[in-house]
Nanobody, 120 residues
Framework: QVQLVESGGGLVQAGGSLRLSCGAS????????MGWYRQAPGKQRELVAT???????NYADSAKGRFTISRDNAKNTVYLQMNSLKPEDTGVYYC??????????????WGQGTQVTVSS
């Protein structure tokens, strides 16, 4: 089992910034990918950004140039720095963990979500 605890959401005006954090604990595999997904009201959950244990990142087109994902492997924590926020960034942001063994998918877990609201 892996537990994920998110923090850092809130209300911000358009053009502002927020930093989300997600700490992982439990049976964390050395090969893993952590990331952020978001779900706006009435929409499906979508990828925002991911980063693997080697530091390789992947961003949704909507996040490129504005958001930066990073991680501290010693703390098992992933961060999402969000700049130039837009009202369409509003939603619940979920932290995700995927563990791998010998390159094969092993398990996945979700955090409880943190609300981000961007006012116009």
């Amino acid at each position: 089992q892996v537990q994920l605890v998110e923090s850092g959401g809130g209300l911000v005006q358009a053009g502002g910034s927020l930093r989300l954090s997600c700490g992982a604990s439990g049976n964390i595999l050395s090969m893993n990918t952590m990331g952020w997904y978001r779900q706006a009201p009435g929409k499906q959950r979508e990828l925002v950004a991911t980063i693997n244990s080697g530091g390789t990142t992947n961003y949704a087109d909507s996040a490129k140039g504005r958001f930066t994902i990073s991680r501290d492997n010693a703390k098992n924590t992933v961060y999402l720095q969000m700049n130039s926020l837009k009202p369409e960034d509003t939603g619940v942001y979920y932290c995700n963990y995927k563990g791998y063994i010998s390159g094969n998918f092993h398990s996945a877990y979700w955090g409880q979500g943190t609300q981000v609201t961007v006012s116009s």
